[in-house]
T-cell receptor
C-alpha cells in the first residue's frame, strides 16, 4: 500500500507570495492533519480535516488555511508569506479523525523556503 | 494549555547500555501519550502509545500520572536505535491534534 505523498517536496518562494502544498493520504484514510516543523518551535499542529470538513485548528494566523477534497486529498495554503514561514510542512493521514486510538501516518514533508 | 517537554536534545550511550529518554507533560485532563521515532532519511513514525502497554523493538514506556512523565526505556541499546525520538500528547479527545516535544537525538555508539 502506498504511503502518504506530499508535493512538491521542495519549494522556494519570496516574501508576500502565496503557496499551496498538496497531500495525498493512504488509500482509505479519511483524516488528514498538517504540522509545521521548525528548528525553533519544533513540530506544531496546524489543522485537521475529516470528510472534507476542518475538524480543528492549531494556533496559527488566518494566513494558513486548508481544504480537503472528496477523495480525501488535502491542500494547505499560506498567503502573504513571511520569512518565518520557512519550515518543513508535514502531512499525516489516518482512518478516523483525531490521533486518539488512531495511528497517524506521516508523509515525507514539503520543505518551504521563503526568501 | 498542553505542553510536552523533552529535556535532552542529545543523548549518547554505548551499545548494550540501558537507554532512558525523558518526557514530561503538562495537561489538566487525561492525556494520551505517544512516542514517535524518525530514523535517518525516513519518515516520522509511531513507535508506541501508552494505551497499548506493549514493547516495540525492545522499548517500553510507562505513563506516570503522579510525575506527569512518560519516559521511554530500553534495557540494552542497539546501534539501529540511533534516531530522533519525539514524545507527543493528545488531549481533548484529539481535538487539538498532537502536541510534540522538541525531540531527543539518540546516538548509540559502537
Amino acid at each position: 500500500k502506498a504511503g502518504v505523498t506530499q508535493t512538491p517536496r521542495y519549494l522556494i518562494k519570496t516574501r508576500g507570495q502565496q503557496v499551496t502544498l498538496s497531500c495525498s493520504p493512504i488509500s482509505g484514510h479519511r483524516s488528514v492533519s498538517w504540522y509545521q516543523q521548525t528548528p525553533g518551535q519544533g513540530l506544531q499542529f496546524l489543522f485537521e480535516y475529516f470528510s472534507e470538513t476542518q475538524r480543528n485548528k492549531g494556533n496559527f494566523p488566518g494566513r494558513f488555511s486548508g481544504r480537503q477534497f472528496s477523495n480525501s486529498r488535502s491542500e494547505m495554503n499560506v498567503s502573504t508569506l513571511e520569512l518565518g514561514d520557512s519550515a518543513l510542512y508535514l502531512c499525516a493521514s489516518s482512518w478516523y479523525a483525531g490521533p486518539s486510538y488512531n495511528e497517524q501516518f506521516f508523509g515525507p514533508g514539503t520543505r518551504l523556503t521563503v526568501l | 494549555a498542553q505542553r510536552v517537554t523533552q529535556p535532552e536534545k542529545l543523548l549518547s550511550v554505548f551499545k548494550g547500555a540501558p537507554v532512558e529518554l525523558k518526557c514530561n507533560y503538562s495537561y489538566s485532563g487525561s492525556p494520551e501519550l505517544f512516542w514517535y521515532v524518525q530514523y535517518s532519511r525516513q519518515r516520522l513514525q509511531l513507535l508506541l502509545r501508552h494505551i497499548s502497554r506493549e514493547s516495540i523493538k525492545g522499548f517500553t514506556a510507562d505513563l506516570n500520572k503522579g510525575e506527569t512523565s512518560f519516559h521511554l526505556k530500553k534495557p540494552f541499546a542497539q546501534e539501529e536505535d540511533s534516531a530522533m525520538y519525539y514524545c507527543a500528547l493528545s488531549g481533548s479527545g484529539g481535538a487539538d491534534g498532537l502536541t510534540f516535544g522538541k525531540g531527543t537525538h539518540l546516538i548509540i555508539q559502537p
